[in-house]
């Protein structure tokens, strides 16, 4: 218990330190999330549905695209999958969802 509360204190601290990096790298983003809804409002018509859809695929993207880029750079050293590419991707899904919600 002592160990899980030295963590998170110390893991805070690291956040409060690094808060002008995690600013930026979460304001671009959200520019890139921008970025990719700009580009599916010209290949989908309007409506509740093509709304939904755009969403859900610049939502989707981003994590999708580095996990891919990582595993496929990590495979050409090693022919092996990324270790923890799947929580590497939830992470950045939560990232971006928080960021775009808030």
Same mark, same amino acid.
């Given at each position: ?7 998170? =204190? /110390? ?6 330190? *690094? !808060?002008? &990096?995690?600013?930026?790298? @979460? ?21 509740? =549905? /093509? ?6 695929? *610049? !939502?989707? &993207?981003?994590?999708?695209? @580095? ?36």
């Amino acid at each position: 218990m002592i160990k899980h509360l030295l963590l998170i =204190i /110390a893991l805070s601290a690291a956040i409060i330190l *690094a !808060l002008p &990096f995690c600013r930026t790298g @979460v304001h671009e983003l959200v520019i890139f999330h921008h970025m990719i809804l700009n580009f599916l409002n010209s290949i989908f018509a309007n409506g509740p =549905i /093509a709304f939904f859809i755009k969403q859900l695929i *610049a !939502l989707l &993207f981003i994590p999708l695209a @580095v996990i891919t880029v990582l595993n496929s750079i990590y495979w050409l050293f090693t022919k092996r999958t990324f270790p923890s590419s799947r929580e590497i991707m939830w992470v950045l899904w939560i990232i971006l969802a928080v960021a775009i919600v808030a």
